[in-house]
């Protein structure tokens, strides 16, 4: 197959749209894309300038979708005072998986030049996810624990970090899973506040008067797993490429399979759920106010444990780590 913008032998054909192209256009193709929901998202506010920069974080696991978003968001403002990158990086305690991504990510930090930093589940809750998932005291998918942890920690040191926002490298797959997901479960709750941290623009949401609360972004929506991970070997970035050894007991597992074999059969599938997912998302943000409440609004009071804002008497995190035998350092 020829590309269809130069007629040089293509390197993928996306189904969705019918589109070849070329390893060149390819490349530009999906920067394009996270580059346009930087602009639609309005993730650069008027407020930004040299001397008074964006500081913005960015979630690097070593994936193939946290290196990819982390190479074109430094690539594309290197070159720009108003915003400036730091890198996350969360060890959760799962052996061999994640500590061969950590490598990955130092290799990458270190071709960039950006600022990184690195934490652990074992550092700041006493606790490793291969333990919390053979002993399961939930009775849950492992991935309900490490999601809850993770968001915790990427808040807390996006906090530490005086970050203006939090960037992650969902991208349409992880997404569309998550839009499935809250549909069978019927959460309509979820839906609203999936849209207001995934879909929604920077300047629709009105930040509530709290000291905890960052802005979160997903530049790399839009663009399918797989052709995240053709950039990624294209460019020879230093990914990780392999599934966490847990994540086959997770329900969004089974709706991955689903969602694979839909895409395969029906391409174009996950843009379509997408799509009315983000109008269903918006209405469901306004019934709830998800978008605009305050935070007297929101009657959020503080665990009792840790401090820290919520709406019941023990945050999440502190009630998972109770559970599993573990404690925040604070608390040690």
Same mark, same amino acid.
């Given at each position: 197959?020829?590309?269809?913008?130069?007629?040089?032998?293509?390197?993928?054909?996306?189904?969705?749209? =019918? /589109? %070849?192209?070329?390893?060149?256009?390819? #490349?530009?193709?999906?920067?394009?894309?996270?580059?346009?929901?930087?602009?639609?998202?309005?993730?650069?506010?008027?407020?930004?300038?040299? !001397?008074?920069?964006?500081?913005? &974080?960015?979630?690097?696991?070593?994936?193939?979708?946290?290196?990819?978003?982390?190479?074109?968001?430094?690539?594309?403002?290197?070159?720009?005072?108003? +915003?400036?990158?730091?890198?996350?990086? +969360?060890?959760?305690?799962?052996?061999?998986?994640?500590?061969?991504?950590?490598?990955?990510?130092?290799?990458?930090?270190?071709?960039?030049?950006?600022?990184?930093?690195?934490?652990?589940?074992?550092?700041?809750?006493?606790?490793?996810?291969? /333990?919390?998932?053979?002993?399961?005291?939930?009775?849950?998918?492992?991935?309900?624990?490490? =999601?809850?942890?993770?968001?915790?920690?990427?808040?807390?040191?996006?906090?530490?970090?005086?970050? %203006?926002?939090?960037?992650?490298?969902?991208?349409? %797959?992880?997404?569309?899973? *998550?839009?499935?997901?809250?549909?069978?479960?019927?959460?309509?709750?979820?839906?609203?506040?999936?849209?207001?941290?995934?879909?929604?623009?920077?300047? !629709?949401?009105?930040?509530?008067? %709290?000291?905890?609360?960052?802005?979160?972004?997903?530049?790399?929506?839009?663009?399918?797993?797989?052709?995240?991970?053709?950039?990624?070997? &294209? #460019?020879?970035?230093? /990914?990780?490429?392999?599934?966490?050894?847990?994540?086959?007991?997770?329900?969004?597992?089974? +709706?991955?399979?689903?969602?694979?074999?839909?895409?395969?059969?029906?391409?174009? *599938?996950?843009?379509?759920?997408?799509?009315?997912?983000?109008?269903? =998302?918006? &209405?469901? /943000?306004? *019934?709830?106010?998800?978008?605009?409440?305050?935070?007297?609004?929101?009657?959020?009071?503080?665990?009792?444990?840790? =401090?820290?804002?919520?709406?019941?008497?023990?945050?999440? *995190?502190?009630?998972?780590?109770?559970?599993?035998?573990?404690?925040?350092?604070?608390?040690?």
């Amino acid at each position: 197959m020829g590309c269809r913008k130069c007629n040089r032998d293509a390197v993928m054909h996306a189904a969705y749209s =019918g /589109a %070849d192209l070329c390893e060149q256009h390819f #490349r530009e193709f999906v920067e394009r894309r996270v580059r346009h929901r930087v602009r639609e998202d309005n993730l650069i506010p008027a407020s930004a300038t040299p !001397e008074n920069p964006q500081r913005w &974080l960015v979630g690097l696991s070593g994936g193939k979708d946290s290196v990819v978003l982390t190479t074109i968001l430094h690539e594309t403002f290197a070159d720009d005072p108003r +915003i400036e990158l730091v890198a996350l990086t +969360i060890h959760e305690g799962i052996e061999g998986y994640r500590d061969e991504s950590v490598d990955a990510c130092k290799t990458l930090v270190d071709e960039l030049g950006i600022e990184h930093e690195m934490v652990s589940y074992e550092e700041e809750f006493d606790v490793r996810m291969d /333990a919390v998932a053979e002993s399961d005291p939930m009775g849950m998918a492992p991935c309900a624990y490490c =999601g809850v942890f993770r968001r915790d920690l990427l808040n807390r040191h996006a906090r530490e970090l005086d970050a %203006d926002l939090i960037l992650t490298g969902h991208n349409l %797959d992880d997404e569309a899973e *998550t839009a499935l997901m809250n549909i069978l479960e019927g959460d309509v709750e979820q839906i609203a506040d999936h849209y207001a941290t995934s879909i929604a623009g920077r300047d !629709e949401i009105e930040q509530a008067d %709290d000291p905890e609360f960052i802005p979160r972004a997903k530049p790399l929506r839009e663009v399918p797993e797989r052709e995240v991970a053709l950039y990624a070997h &294209l #460019r020879g970035l230093p /990914a990780h490429i392999a599934e966490c050894p847990h994540a086959d007991r997770s329900f969004r597992g089974e +709706i991955q399979t689903l969602l694979h074999d839909l895409e395969d059969r029906h391409p174009g *599938t996950r843009h379509s759920i997408m799509a009315g997912y983000a109008e269903f =998302g918006a &209405l469901a /943000a306004d *019934t709830y106010g998800t978008l605009k409440q305050s935070s007297s609004e929101m009657s959020t009071g503080t665990c009792e444990r840790c =401090g820290r804002s919520t709406d019941r008497s023990v945050c999440r *995190t502190c009630e998972l780590l109770a559970a599993v035998g573990g404690n925040r350092q604070s608390e040690k």
